[in-house]
RNA sequence: GCCCCCAUCGUCUAGUGGCCCAGGACGAAGCCCUCUCAAGGCUUAAACCGGGAUUCGAAUUCCCGUGGGGGCACCA
């Protein structure tokens, strides 16, 4: 890899939610930049008015910061090649499309749009190709001139190459080959004033000396267009990769509205948003989503600094990739239990609190150690620890029903169990523990049973962090208290 | 319909002509540990899309099929 500072950019358009395929690319953007000491730039692309969505621009940038992926420059922090938003660089493009007209690789099209759209029409029964017809390719320039002088209405179109071919490197694909005959003249400025993607990007990824295009697959179609766009400057070209997209968990195709809502129901999503609020941590989607389309050969769990360290584009690979939500889990589990303590209370704290539960800190950071391998996300921990900041909990009768046995066979066990405990002079784990394994041996019934009914007595329910740590937490008072309240539960049951 | 891209276990991938009867990870199965649930340890099953060609030798190069994906807008 090159060792010459990298620029590199994110450049979304704000038009819905922040995905993971924006999330990806951003993250190799970063890596890159971080590798090799360059930039990395977040640049908005907002010239199509009628599909930006208010508040999306600020998504991504919420996104980007949850992430980590702090950007070098961008619309909120400035930059020396601003402005990074192209709503506001209007007159750049203006000026490039002039370029391009007075060099003759473009030329003002007074076309109107139903027009174009009855060639296209007919284009298509005829079953060619929908190509625009070239109507104003040939109008003499004067003409033009003068039209455009009289103030009709125009656009700018890419004088497109009729013959020979077009050869784009790609560099996780080679070379790409393309006849310019299948290549259309590409509006350029449309008639609001403002420029397309394809002149937009390419005026904006030289003006900010960008090196490395990282994109989405999809742009595979127009990519012959935008290297011959970068030619008519005479620019010199970037490094373009071409990311493969992200197909839905089965592998046929892209995720759809509909997968994308499955997911949710499952509990996983697509959007940066969700995943940040279902409970994902930014190091186990960094980690997920790095390793669908950059392969390491071993030790993929990483955090962002080795990723740094590893990163390489020569590895990155051109093939789809079908998502898998498991995989997430396992990255973002694996990543939770590398968290210090103190850094797991911080990130758990506002899921208790947003409970309604009044969080004791020395508590929670006592907890840690016993919850932190039982959660896949952060949310778990109302799952295993909720009972830890109540008063009081409300077991489900049933539940306090051993195993084969009945509701007065497990109070006389309660019952047992409440004597043992309350003769102890404390309710450590080390003073409980033998008492009430001997118990367990001279009863005859089995630790599943004994310990079963106290677990549920004290978390009110049956799946728990270990019990014997965990009452030394809740303490002596509490957990009497629980088991009291159990008994009378249970005998409740066969009294009436 | 046309164009482009891709092709190794179910999934993500390692592999750049011999180190590969193909390695890792997720998931699955089994065993161990065990107060529940996890975590952890050990083990097992599981792949080079098909056919040609090049070569002493191909998962690796080339061609043809097939399959999959993406694109064919005054959207990005």
Redesign the pocket.
């Given at each position: 890899m090159s060792i010459k500072p990298a620029r590199t950019r994110i450049a979304p358009?704000p038009t819905g939610h922040m995905h993971l395929g924006t999330a990806r690319t951003a993250l190799y953007d970063y890596l890159l930049a971080k590798k090799t000491g360059g930039q990395f730039i977040l640049r908005i692309?907002d010239?199509?008015l009628k599909?930006t969505v208010p508040g999306a621009e600020q998504e991504i940038m919420d996104g980007l910061l949850w992430l980590g992926l702090e950007y070098d420059e961008g619309p909120d922090l400035g930059g020396k090649y601003g402005p990074y938003r192209q709503t506001e660089r209007r007159e750049i493009y203006t000026q490039h499309a002039k370029i391009l007209i007075d060099s003759g690789h473009a030329y003002p099209c007074f076309?109107?749009?139903e027009k174009?759209e009855k060639t296209?029409q007919a284009q298509m029964k005829r079953?060619e190709?929908?190509?625009?017809d070239g109507t104003c390719r040939v109008l003499a320039p004067d003409e033009a001139a003068k039209r455009m002088a009289n103030g009709e209405a125009y656009?700018v179109r890419f004088k497109m190459p009729k013959e020979g071919v077009t050869v784009a490197r790609d560099h996780l694909?080679g070379d790409?080959?393309?006849?310019n005959k299948?290549l259309?003249d590409y509006?350029l400025l449309?008639?609001?004033g403002?420029p397309?993607?394809h002149l937009a990007a390419i005026v904006d990824d030289h003006e900010m000396q960008i090196t490395h295009v990282l994109r989405g697959?999809?742009?595979?179609?127009?990519f012959p267009l935008h290297v011959n766009i970068v030619r008519a400057f005479g620019w010199e070209e970037p490094i373009w990769i071409h990311l493969?997209?992200f197909?839905k968990p089965s592998?046929?195709?892209?995720m759809s509205k509909r997968e994308t809502a499955a997911a949710i129901k499952d509990g996983y999503s697509i959007f940066i948003k969700d995943m940040q609020e279902l409970g994902f941590t930014p190091e186990g989607v960094l980690n997920w989503s790095a390793?669908?389309?950059w392969?390491?050969?071993?030790d993929?769990v990483m955090t962002v600094d080795q990723m740094i360290e590893r990163f390489n584009i020569?590895?990155l690979?051109?093939?789809?990739?079908?998502i898998?939500f498991?995989?997430l889990?396992?990255f973002n589990?694996t990543h939770i239990?590398l968290f210090t303590t103190e850094d797991l209370a911080a990130r758990l704290k506002p899921y208790f609190t947003r409970e309604g539960l009044n969080v004791n800190d020395e508590v929670l950071l006592k907890i840690i150690p016993l919850i932190r391998?039982?959660l896949v996300t952060l949310d778990d921990c109302l799952a295993f620890g909720t009972f830890f900041f109540r008063e009081d909990v409300t077991p489900n009768p049933e539940d306090l029903i051993a195993k084969g046995l009945d509701a007065k066979q497990s109070a006389q066990i309660a019952q047992r169990v409440y004597q043992i405990l309350a003769e102890q002079p404390d309710i450590s784990h080390e003073r409980c523990e033998s008492p009430l394994r001997a118990y367990v041996e001279e009863s005859g019934f089995n630790?599943?049973q004994v310990?079963?009914i106290l677990?549920v007595a004290i978390t009110g329910q049956?799946?728990?962090?270990?019990?014997?740590?965990s009452m030394e937490i809740i303490g002596r008072e509490k957990c009497l208290q629980r088991i009291k309240n159990a008994i009378e539960i249970l005998e409740k049951m066969f009294n009436k």
């Amino acid at each position: 890899m090159s060792i010459k500072p990298a620029r590199t950019r994110i450049a979304p358009s704000p038009t819905g939610h922040m995905h993971l395929g924006t999330a990806r690319t951003a993250l190799y953007d970063y890596l890159l930049a971080k590798k090799t000491g360059g930039q990395f730039i977040l640049r908005i692309e907002d010239t199509d008015l009628k599909r930006t969505v208010p508040g999306a621009e600020q998504e991504i940038m919420d996104g980007l910061l949850w992430l980590g992926l702090e950007y070098d420059e961008g619309p909120d922090l400035g930059g020396k090649y601003g402005p990074y938003r192209q709503t506001e660089r209007r007159e750049i493009y203006t000026q490039h499309a002039k370029i391009l007209i007075d060099s003759g690789h473009a030329y003002p099209c007074f076309c109107m749009p139903e027009k174009l759209e009855k060639t296209r029409q007919a284009q298509m029964k005829r079953k060619e190709n929908p190509h625009y017809d070239g109507t104003c390719r040939v109008l003499a320039p004067d003409e033009a001139a003068k039209r455009m002088a009289n103030g009709e209405a125009y656009i700018v179109r890419f004088k497109m190459p009729k013959e020979g071919v077009t050869v784009a490197r790609d560099h996780l694909r080679g070379d790409i080959i393309t006849e310019n005959k299948q290549l259309n003249d590409y509006v350029l400025l449309k008639s609001d004033g403002l420029p397309t993607y394809h002149l937009a990007a390419i005026v904006d990824d030289h003006e900010m000396q960008i090196t490395h295009v990282l994109r989405g697959s999809e742009w595979l179609g127009t990519f012959p267009l935008h290297v011959n766009i970068v030619r008519a400057f005479g620019w010199e070209e970037p490094i373009w990769i071409h990311l493969s997209v992200f197909l839905k968990p089965s592998g046929k195709g892209k995720m759809s509205k509909r997968e994308t809502a499955a997911a949710i129901k499952d509990g996983y999503s697509i959007f940066i948003k969700d995943m940040q609020e279902l409970g994902f941590t930014p190091e186990g989607v960094l980690n997920w989503s790095a390793l669908m389309g950059w392969g390491v050969a071993e030790d993929e769990v990483m955090t962002v600094d080795q990723m740094i360290e590893r990163f390489n584009i020569d590895s990155l690979t051109a093939s789809p990739a079908a998502i898998n939500f498991q995989k997430l889990d396992h990255f973002n589990a694996t990543h939770i239990r590398l968290f210090t303590t103190e850094d797991l209370a911080a990130r758990l704290k506002p899921y208790f609190t947003r409970e309604g539960l009044n969080v004791n800190d020395e508590v929670l950071l006592k907890i840690i150690p016993l919850i932190r391998e039982r959660l896949v996300t952060l949310d778990d921990c109302l799952a295993f620890g909720t009972f830890f900041f109540r008063e009081d909990v409300t077991p489900n009768p049933e539940d306090l029903i051993a195993k084969g046995l009945d509701a007065k066979q497990s109070a006389q066990i309660a019952q047992r169990v409440y004597q043992i405990l309350a003769e102890q002079p404390d309710i450590s784990h080390e003073r409980c523990e033998s008492p009430l394994r001997a118990y367990v041996e001279e009863s005859g019934f089995n630790v599943n049973q004994v310990f079963g009914i106290l677990r549920v007595a004290i978390t009110g329910q049956k799946v728990s962090p270990p019990l014997f740590e965990s009452m030394e937490i809740i303490g002596r008072e509490k957990c009497l208290q629980r088991i009291k309240n159990a008994i009378e539960i249970l005998e409740k049951m066969f009294n009436k």
